[in-house]
Structures are given as C-alpha cells and as structure tokens.
C-alpha cells in the first residue's frame, strides 16, 4: 500500500529571486519514472519539504504545457518557508501531489480572459496565463491586470516583458504608491478594475491575490456586471495538509483541499463568511 505522505524528491535545478521575499524553484525529479507519470492541471497544488523544518503548500505555477520541470513560489513567512530559503540550487526537497481541482480551461474556450492579481498572488495566475498563452488560438482577448506594492515587489519579471510584448495581450500593471522611476499605472488593483472597466459580455474573470485585495476585486466585478459563474478564484491560502486530514480548510461540509482550492463566485455564496 502507498504511504500518502511519501513525497517524491526533486532537485532544485534554478532558483529565481522574484522580489525581496520571494522566490521561485524549478524543480526537477530525481526519480525518471516518476518525471514520465506526473501530471497536473492549471490550478492544482502540492506539497514541498525541507527536510527536518516540515512542508508547506503552494501552487504548481508553471503550466502543465511545459514539460521536464515544475516550478513553485513562495514568499518567506514560516519555519517552511525560511528552510526553502536557505536552499541552494542542486539541494533536494519533497513533493506531494498533485492535488485539488483546477481552473475549468476547456469550459473557457472561445470566450475572453480576465485575470486579476496581487503580489505572489499571480502564482496561481501565471500558471494559467502561461496555459491559455500555449493553446492562444483557443481564447479571445486576453487582459492581465497585475499589481504590487513597489516595483521591486512584482513576481515573474521576465515572464511581464514578455507578456508587454505581445500584440495580443493587455497587460497592465500598477504599484500601490508613486514610485521612483516607475512610468505606469499607480493605484490599488481594485481601483484599476474599475478605471479600466472591462466589458463582461462572454468575458471570465480568473483573480487570486491577498484576501482583501480579492474582496474588493469580487465587489468590484459585480459592479461592472460580470455574473457570479463568470468569476473564478482560488483558495489555497488556507490550507494546510493537502488531503482533508487536518480540517484547517473545511467550509462547512467541503474540504479546501479536496473539493478546492479553485471555485467560481457563485460557488463562495453558499459559505458564509468567505466573500
């Protein structure tokens, strides 16, 4: 019988410093069998270990289209996230998973994509830009609306380059306060939602974010009439063993872990509380 706290081991092949506090790994397993057999879906999350310090949960951020290596990022926070850290390329961690549902793509063919995000936030986030981005004939207009505290906090700088530099992607990006230097939007996301006032006609809304960032982003939609089913977040922040064990994610009779992290608005209406 399988031991469901066996992780895999992974060598950590690159690590990127994507703002003062965080960072990304791109992972590789040791294990070539298991590197052949393991496959995710844009939204689904593991667990990583540093051995001796425990685990922790993040997203898978690449996309499931790019193959031979995983890669998660984390902002240093706990005892976990520290030990991750203070790991050098070449060390060796533990992976988990995949687990969760994951964002619904095949549904979202032919319509246009919003996404809406906020400081590490755009994990999750990237994973299906990159996704969408690789399948782009399958999708309309894409619009990525990303901000951060400062300049230097905003993740995945290479990947906004480019992403700027496509003739069919919108991407607009902003900073909390007026920065030295900085020439773009200034203003909270939310505030930007609305400047920029997207249309929601066959329009799906994809956000994630620190939670009252995601609150007044779900309001703000609203306003602009984007309809509950057309509105999809995730939930991961809140969880903690990955497998419904712990109970630290359940929303009454759910399970983050297991029936999450990813659910449209209309499905938050039925927990009171979360939206």
Known sequence: ???????????IKEIIDESPDTRTFRLRFKDAD???????KAGQFAEYSAFGDGESTFCIASSPTRKDFIECSFKVYG???????RMNKGDTIGIRGPYGNWFPLEDLKGKNILFIAGGIGIAPVRCVIDNVL??????KDIT??????????????????EWEARSDVNLILTVD????GWDKRTGFVPTVLNDVAPSP????????GPPIMIKFVLQNLAKLNFKDEDIITTLEARMKCGIGICGRCNLGSQYICKDGPVFSLAQLR???GVV
Not at 177 to 180: A, H, N, S
Request: hydrophobic letters at 35%; a negative charge.
């Open 177 to 180: 306060t007026e920065y030295p």
């Open 201 to 208: 006609d066959d329009t799906i809304a994809i956000t994630c």
């Open 270 to 272: 039925d927990f009171p």
């Open 134 to 139: 690789d399948l782009r004939d399958d999708f």
């Open 34 to 40: 298991t590197s052949d057999r393991f496959e995710f």
């Open 79 to 85: 005892k976990v996230t520290q030990a991750l850290h």
């Open 144 to 161: 990525i609306i990303y901000g951060a505290r400062t300049p230097p906090d905003l993740c995945y700088k290479e990947d906004l380059k």
């Open 1 to 11: 019988m399988n031991n469901i706290y066996m992780p895999h081991l992974a060598e």
